[in-house]
């Protein structure tokens, strides 16, 4: 019994279903419980959140990764994917124990830095490490250095990432790195960095931990630094 | 315009023919003939006037099947249809081999590995590779011949047999064909009705159908071509009309002469098709070409060789006739940037004017002398995105309502992201998939390596041949088939 609803909870992370109401990769799926209700119904039936984390959401995201790296998955199926994990999370919050706070593998701040508008590439980092099982808190765009570093305190977030796509608004990210020292958090909270313009030598340059070239990237080098 | 002019010519200067039955069919349908000489042959100057033409085409069928070994391959043209189907053609003399070479450079001392070309002749083994993979080539609609065999073995006698059997042996598609010698078209057909399985399924799915290049350019006709039209067309079989002015030498260069000249060659030939045997399927086939000015070789990748062509396919589609034509090759030698602008530009222009059968398609380079394998492969990608550029437009009413709903939900979700609808189309094939032989060097383009490799795939597939016991009648009952080509023996 729970073995079986711990598999559908995969196959409905491979289908990127959220809910009943969604369809799958393959049509006709709609009506269906989907990822939501399937951990509704996995805590009803009192199989270990634990279980339903590693086993059923994280699974089924690892799977998709596998599948995206043969070809067989495309970048939308990894974002629905991740977007079908993020509501079984949701609906698990509640459940966990003290303690564990939640945050799974770590609870990351994002943001696209001040007067940079741009956040495509920046929301599919966020969704992506979501998938991945971190806890996200995303402050959009154009967000002052000041009030990132604040979040990270409210937050007590262990990481913080950062986009920009312009290389005016790079040096932006100095200023975040800046403000985190001021507050003494620094040795607290991780920076990783990212967007077209940054680099390896960008993010030494600055004072950032780490930086990532693409949402794969952006997990690989979140779960090196919180690790 | 274009009619006026075209059935203008053909009353005045009228058209210069070699063949006497094509002159007695057209002078009993009403058109006056006076007999001359040209060189050492007899010849007629034949006015043709307007009502003659009209007539024949009163009963050309609007809708022609090109049958197929595999049923679901047929080919439904429609006169007045939007359906645009690419084939291969025209027999080249050269097959191009591609070979990935090693080279150090002497620069900065790096191997590259570049591919190195020759030129071989065309031979029988050719064609049955090229058949072949037209069959894996998901674009290629019919099957024109398009290597020229030159083994030792083959003689004028044994040529149509063995090059019909390489084909049919080798692809379920439709494949259409000239006939090198007359003598030879009842074997062909002998064959073709083997395959089909007798006569009346043979005129039911014509798994063969022929192209007759009846005129010489400008407005002759040509004694033994007419012939074999004339026969086809008691046959009962398809047929296209096919002639092939070359603007600036066989016909006006400038757009209205040329279509003219052209429209009223190819109103001939159907004329004399219809009065041999009214209501027998024939296509229109114009194959207008435009000089190079530095050495009157034809020239295909220019813009008046697009217009010469879609305005023939209009003048057929005025006349309900389904139509044959052009598009694709590369006067380029070799595959490349040149071969690729000017394909491009031609599979992109020519379906304006949605013309039935589009043929030289695949793999066409230096003009129509060279056939190349991985080009053809090239081009396969090159008619995938033509198709998708011409097919039906996705505005509609259903779309509309599914919009507002797409974005009402998207605009209330966290991201406002379009991933989920993307995935849906994506996953119904709706979403065009890019180029597919892309390199991932940053100094040199290696997409013909890329193909390379790709076309030693298509090329081990498994082969189609026909059934055994259809090949063994077949070998029964055909004089001249090289055993050699007998996949069972
Ligand atoms: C889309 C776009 C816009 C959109 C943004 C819409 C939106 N919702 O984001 C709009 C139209 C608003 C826009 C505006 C402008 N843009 Co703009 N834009 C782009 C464009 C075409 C694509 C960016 C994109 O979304 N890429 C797709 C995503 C998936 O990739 P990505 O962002 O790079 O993200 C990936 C990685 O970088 C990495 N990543 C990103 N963030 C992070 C964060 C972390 C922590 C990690 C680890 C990884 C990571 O992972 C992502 C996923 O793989 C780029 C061109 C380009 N090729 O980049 C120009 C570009 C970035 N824009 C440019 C410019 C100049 C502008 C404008 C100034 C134009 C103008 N004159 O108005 C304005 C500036 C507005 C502003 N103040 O920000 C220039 C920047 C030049 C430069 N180097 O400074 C670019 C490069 C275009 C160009 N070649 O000129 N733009």
């Given amino acids: 019994m729970s073995k079986e609803l711990i598999g559908k909870i995969v196959d409905n992370v491979l289908q990127g279903r959220r809910n009943k109401d969604d369809e799958g990769i393959e049509e006709g799926m709609a009506g269906e419980p989907g990822v939501a209700e399937l951990v509704q119904d996995a805590i009803d039936s009192g199989i270990d959140t634990d279980e339903i984390l590693l086993n059923g959401l994280s699974r089924g995201m690892e799977m998709v990764g596998q599948k995206y790296e043969t070809g067989e998955y495309f970048i939308p199926d990894m974002l629905t994917a991740a977007e079908a994990v993020e509501e079984g999370m949701k609906v698990m919050e509640p459940h966990l124990v003290k303690g564990e706070d939640g945050s799974g593998k770590g609870k990351v701040i994002m943001a696209t830095v001040e007067k940079d508008l741009h956040d495509i590439g920046k929301n599919l980092v966020s969704i992506m490490l979501k998938g991945a099982g971190f806890t996200v808190v995303d402050l959009g765009i154009d967000v002052p250095a000041a009030r990132i570093a604040e979040a990270a305190e409210e937050e007590k977030a262990n990481l913080v990432g950062l986009s920009a796509l312009l290389n005016t608004t790079m040096s932006n990210m100095g200023d975040v790195v800046k403000e985190l020292e001021k507050k003494g958090l620094r040795d607290k909270v991780k920076v990783l960095i990212g967007g077209a313009p940054t680099s390896e030598d960008f993010a030494q340059e600055i004072g950032a931990d780490s930086y990532g070239k693409d949402a794969f990237a952006a997990i690989r080098e979140a779960e090196k630094l919180l690790k | 315009m274009i009619d006026k ?183 062909v057909v002998n064959m073709a009705e083997i395959i089909a399985g007798g006569r009346e399924e043979l005129i039911k799915n014509p798994v063969v159908s022929f192209i007759t290049s009846v005129v010489k350019s400008p407005l002759q006709i040509v004694a033994e071509t007419a012939e074999k039209l004339i026969a086809i067309a008691r046959l009962g079989l398809p047929v296209v009309i096919s002639t092939s002015p070359q603007g600036g030498s066989t016909a006006p260069i400038d757009e209205m002469g040329m279509v003219a000249q052209v429209n009223a060659e190819a109103l001939a030939g159907i004329t004399i098709n219809q009065l041999a ?142 991933a989920r609808h993307a995935r849906g189309m994506l996953r119904r094939g709706e979403i065009f998939g890019g180029f597919p032989f892309e390199g991932d060097s940053e100094d040199q383009d290696q997409t013909l390596l890329n193909v390379h490799e790709h076309l030693k795939e298509l090329e081990a597939r498994d082969k189609q041949y026909l059934p055994e016991e259809i090949c063994k009648k077949i070998f029964d009952t055909t004089p001249g088939l090289l055993p050699r080509l007998n996949p069972y023996k």
């Fill in chain 2, 5 to 187: 002019t075209s059935l203008g010519l053909l009353e005045n200067p009228g058209i210069l023919c070699y063949h006497e039955e094509s002159v007695s069919l057209l002078e009993k349908a009403g058109a006056k003939a006076t007999a001359t000489r040209e060189g050492e042959h007899d010849a007629w100057w034949v006015s043709i006037p307007e009502k003659v033409v009209r007539q024949a085409l009163e009963t050309v069928p609007a809708k022609i099947t090109l049958g197929a070994r595999n049923p679901e391959n047929r080919v439904i043209l429609e006169a007045e249809g939007n359906r645009v189907h690419f084939g291969s053609g025209s027999e080249t003399n050269y097959w191009l081999e591609v070979k990935p070479e090693t080279f150090v450079s002497r620069e900065d001392g790096h191997e590259r590995i570049i591919p190195v070309m020759k030129r071989n002749r065309g031979n029988l083994d050719y064609l049955c590779r090229s058949a072949h993979l037209s069959e894996q080539l998901e674009n290629l609609d019919f099957f024109i011949r398009n290597v020229n065999v030159q083994d030792d073995d083959i003689t004028t006698e044994n040529k149509d047999v063995n090059v019909f059997f390489a084909a049919l042996n080798n692809i379920t598609k439709p494949v259409i064909s000239g006939v090198a010698d007359f003598d030879q078209l009842e074997k």
């Fill in chain 2, 277 to 418: 045997n009214p209501g027998a399927p024939v296509i229109y086939g114009a194959v207008p070409v435009r000089a190079r000015m530095d050495d009157l070789h034809d020239m295909y990748g220019v813009p008046e060789f697009c217009h010469y062509n879609m305005d023939c396919a209009q003048m057929a589609r005025y006349y309900k006739v389904p139509c044959y034509s052009t598009a694709g090759v590369g006067d380029a030698r070799v595959p490349g940037i040149q071969a690729a602008v000017e394909k491009m530009y031609t599979y992109t222009a020519v379906p304006f004017a949605a013309p039935g059968l589009v043929h030289y398609a695949f793999g066409l380079l230096d003009k129509t002398q060279t056939f190349s394998p991985e080009q053809a492969v090239l081009d396969n990608h090159k008619i995938g995105m033509a198709k998708f550029l011409h097919r039906e437009s996705g505005v509609n009413e259903e779309a509309a309502e599914r919009t507002l709903k797409t974005v009402q939900e998207v605009m209330h979700s966290p991201y406002r992201m379009y």
